[in-house]
């Protein structure tokens, strides 16, 4: 017996509809988490159909679903091919991607997501990783610490956070959150303090598990995996994953870059069934506060 999800879905029935889900097809929830999409997608297929679900982290391993339509993947979705493979699945009918982290992470003081409590700098969603936030705090120069704030973050002030960073760890290493958003309060007005040191940690975050290069290689890997009529429906929360998922659905390719053929017409993979983002309702979003920032695109491939 499973227990219960730790969060629901944002946009969960909209997904679901955009899934177009045939009841003897083949499915891949690419982000288990709380495993609210696998369910929903399992109660729609017959005997026949089967469902993959990725998660690399193990705090989902309790809540796992036993249905023998049902097979988990512990491991990145960057590995989607080479799992579909070794499970014998040449072409699927659909794929789900959830890239929200879920409040259960954001809650959990020793996973090191949240500004608001004290704990461990970690923020790795695969924990078996060496890479964690304070590593990259304690290790990166200047520089490349700047990068990484501005690129991910989209900090304005990143070179200036970046040189405190850098002069704070030679008088201690940054090990604790608390440390680091001591170091981080000069930079920001009181006013919008949440929301940047928001914007911090979701840098840091990105960087740790290297969720641009992830995002990249996944939608690469979809259009080859995917059947004729095949759909993909993304979730994204922030500006960089959602204009990376935008500029894909739209062209086929990360850049957004247009190729039309002697015709005009528009040379893609892909074809798109909402050409107007989704977005949740005031409805939902009050029920759901994680869905206020939740996109949904869907495509089907041609």
């Not at 999409?37 to 391993?61: C, M, N, P, T, Y």
Request: hydrophobic letters at 40%.
């Amino acid at each position: 017996m499973t227990q219960p999800t730790y969060h629901i879905p944002a946009l969960l029935e909209e997904t679901i509809q955009g899934l177009n889900i045939h009841p003897d097809g083949v499915y891949v929830d690419v982000t288990y988490g709380g495993g609210g999409h696998s369910r929903a997608i399992l109660e729609r297929l017959s005997d026949k159909g089967r469902l993959l679900a990725f998660d690399q982290d193990l705090d989902v391993l309790p809540n796992l679903i036993v249905d023998p339509r049902f097979i988990f993947v512990r491991s990145n979705f960057r590995y989607l091919s080479n799992f579909l493979r070794y499970h014998h699945i040449d072409k699927v009918d659909g794929i789900l991607a959830d890239f929200g982290v879920s409040f259960h992470h954001f809650d959990e003081a020793e996973r090191g997501f949240s500004f608001r409590f004290d704990g461990q700098l970690d923020m790795r969603m695969n924990t078996k990783s060496n890479l964690t936030a304070a590593v990259i705090l304690n290790t990166y120069d200047e520089e490349r610490l700047a990068n990484v704030f501005y690129l991910y973050g989209e900090l304005h002030n990143s070179r200036k956070i970046a040189r405190a960073v850098t002069n704070a760890r030679q008088t201690k290493p940054l090990e604790r959150i608390n440390d680091f958003v001591e170091v981080l309060k000069p930079f920001f007005y009181k006013e919008k303090e949440k929301k940047d040191m928001a914007r911090v940690f979701q840098a840091l975050r990105i960087e740790v598990n290297s969720e641009m290069e992830v995002l990249k290689s996944f939608l690469n890997q979809s259009v080859q995996v995917l059947n004729t009529e095949g759909r993909l429906a993304l979730l994204t929360y922030h500006s960089l994953e959602d204009r990376m998922a935008k500029n894909f659905l739209k062209s086929g390719n990360i850049e957004g870059k247009i190729e039309k053929d002697f015709y005009g017409n528009v040379i893609s993979p892909l074809r798109l069934i909402n050409n107007k983002v989704i977005v949740a309702t005031e409805e939902e979003v009050q029920n759901n506060p994680r869905s206020r920032s939740a996109k949904l695109r869907i495509a089907t491939l041609k």
